[in-house]
């Protein structure tokens, strides 16, 4: 007989995940009476392992071979825990650790436990909306703008739906990212109707301040935006009419570097007051690290075309997001509703804690999102372990591990299993209220198509990625795997995200080739419709919007899962392809491949289906 706990069921731990600062935590341990327990103690421990606290249990009755015993306590501190379990019984002590779901005595990990702030709260508007990223250069063009300022040298083009410029410039031998399509605000907000009738609700647009590249990571001008995009009153029509829709828009926070010919760094002498070009005499020479004036400095991963700043320098966080003219005030005047912030993970803690407040006293009902890959709640980046959620510093990340586990299931490399843990480790490691806020993702900007990736393996070099167009049959089996995928994306709490395309069955490999054109007037209508109806499944199912998560069955080629609200339960699978599936359920209320049986449905390899209970 094993000792019973499971931190994932509130018959042992109530309340399920998080705690926040003072909260009461009840743990339930159900011990073999052959163990002869008198002594059950909780053993928690900082991060760090500096501190620790124990809380003793007391005897709380039996449960037929078991002796149940049950303990109160709370963590006035914020920050993350980490506890396990000293047991002492009639033939010695012993510790408790998690292995795998299950309890493991004298080996494993212990349970993670975070403590986040009692203020910590994520704008309701911003939870369990359909989200839409945009690449601006790439999704529709309307009108003419004036390119008199626009960075040179650029190549503006007239084959809308080409393949990206991806070799180097033959005489520089750099790839420079200078060919543009022609996006601009006024052909994004002309198609505001269409992203409307497909169910958005927020809208995320990738960089758009001044730059020279397409894909404007590189700032030039945190304050003006893009000359090929349009004007400030260009962009505020943009938020009007999106608001109007009752839809959100979030930008691309660039903060952790410029670029390189931008009016603060200014290396090609094109501003005139820039670090590199004025030296100390410039008002921006302290945000820059130079290790030998004026050609090398620290730049991001190497990048010379990506000098970093110093966030921590006062007059860099008085620019970005201090004064009444911050570049996060200018953005927010003119009709932003919040921020992703791109690299979360090198910008301090202490940067991003201070952006946050700044935000939220400018406008209280702003997001601020984090590009995070791995778990956030216990990242460790650069040495530090970091405070996204503790310190209530982000409302919310993007989503990668589902993303990842997902994939690795519909590819076959996972039979369920580790979906299914993925699932619930992080719903158990995020606060509750970051659960419904999670961008959930399946392609991005820095990743290949989700079609593509779903149809096969295209490994090879840039050369050989230009060239790769998926065969009808791999479109088929792609698009029957990509529906599996976004339902699991539409079902599961959070944000699901559409890159900009994907409903329209896109394909494209890596970077560039992820950021194609829109194509107009050309788009599978089958992928269109198939995302609407997730759009309007996740807009009208209660228990999809603020429902909590329950993986009930996840193995042998399938994952099934509860959703549950106040209101409503649903029970969701996908069977990739594994045995039929037998689920109770009242009414289907979306579907493929599954029939109706007695007081419920069989849902057979292949299909998937979420049906309220």
């Not at 739906?161 to 750099?174: A, H, I, L, S, Y």
């Not at 029957?480 to 994907?502: E, K, S």
Request: proline share 5%; glycine share 8%.
């Amino acid at each position: 007989m094993r000792i019973l706990y499971d931190s994932r069921s509130l018959s042992y731990k109530d309340p399920f995940g998080v705690l926040t600062e003072g909260q009461t935590c009840t743990l339930r341990i159900l011990i073999p009476k052959q163990v002869e327990a008198h002594s059950v103690q909780l053993v928690v421990e900082r991060e760090d392992e500096s501190h620790a606290a124990e809380f003793s249990f007391l005897w709380a009755g039996s449960e037929d071979e078991y002796d149940v015993f049950r303990c109160e306590f709370r963590i006035h501190g914020r920050g993350l825990y980490f506890y396990w379990f000293r047991i002492s019984a009639r033939h010695g002590a012993f510790r408790l650790f998690r292995q795998g779901r299950h309890t493991n005595m004298e080996e494993g990990e212990r349970w993670q436990l975070s403590v986040i702030p009692k203020s910590f709260t994520v704008p309701a508007a911003f939870q369990s909306r359909v989200m839409y990223q945009i690449f601006p250069d790439r999704f529709a063009r309307e009108g003419a703008v004036d390119l008199t300022d626009k960075l040179r040298p650029f190549r503006l083009r007239d084959d809308w739906g080409g393949t990206p410029e991806f070799r180097p410039d033959p005489r520089t031998g750099e790839v420079l990212c200078n060919d543009f399509f022609g996006g601009n605000f006024r052909g994004i907000e002309s198609r505001l109707p269409y992203l409307h009738d497909l169910g958005v609700g927020i809208v995320y647009l990738n960089p758009i301040c001044m730059a020279f590249s397409n894909h404007r990571y590189d700032t030039a001008d945190y304050k003006r935006p893009d000359p090929m995009l349009g004007t400030d009153e260009d962009f505020r029509a943009l938020c009007q009419s999106a608001h109007r829709l009752g839809m959100k828009v979030i930008l691309d926070g660039v903060f952790s570097h410029t670029g390189a010919n931008s009016v603060y760094f200014d290396r090609y002498d094109v501003f005139g007051n820039g670090a590199c070009s004025a030296g100390p005499a410039s008002p921006y020479y302290e945000w820059y690290s130079f290790r030998r004036f004026p050609n090398q400095y620290e730049c991001w991963w190497g990048f010379p075309t990506l000098p970093n700043v110093d966030e921590l320098k006062q007059s860099y966080q008085d620019f970005i997001f201090g004064g009444d003219d911050s570049v996060l005030a200018h953005w927010l005047a003119l009709g932003a509703d919040g921020f992703r912030l791109d690299v979360a993970d090198e910008l301090p803690d202490e940067f991003i804690l201070r952006l946050k407040q700044r935000l939220r006293q400018c406008k209280p009902d702003a997001l601020l999102l984090g590009e995070v890959w791995e778990d956030a709640s216990n990242k460790i980046a650069y040495g530090q372990r970091r405070r996204y959620f503790v310190d209530g510093e982000l409302d919310s990340v993007m989503n990668y591990p589902w993303r990842e586990a997902i994939i690795a299931f519909l590819r076959r490399q996972d039979d369920g299993t580790a979906l299914g843990e993925c699932v619930m480790r992080i719903a158990e490691h995020y606060p509750p209220q970051v659960l419904p806020a999670l961008m959930n993702s399946l392609s991005t900007h820095d990743t290949a198509r989700i079609l593509t990736v779903l149809a096969g393996e295209f490994d090879g070099d840039r050369e050989a990625q230009a060239r790769v167009r998926l065969t009808e049959a791999q479109r088929e089996q792609g698009f029957a795997l990509l529906r599996q995928a976004a339902f699991l994306q539409f079902t599961l709490p959070g944000c699901p995200c559409i890159y900009y395309g994907d409903e329209a069955g896109m394909e494209g490999c890596k970077d560039p080739f992820n950021r194609g054109c829109y194509p107009w007037g050309h788009e599978d209508l089958r992928f269109v419709d198939f995302y609407r109806s997730l759009a309007q499944l996740k807009n009208q199912t209660p228990a999809l919007q603020s429902g909590s998560v329950q993986v009930t069955e996840a193995g042998g080629g399938s994952i099934v899962y509860l959703r549950q609200s106040p209101e409503q339960t649903v029970v969701c699978c996908v069977n990739r392809d594994g045995a039929p599936h037998w689920l109770p359920g009242s009414r289907n209320l979306l579907s493929q491949n599954a029939g109706r049986e007695e007081n419920g449905f069989v849902v057979g390899p292949g299909g998937f289906g979420c049906f309220a209970l």
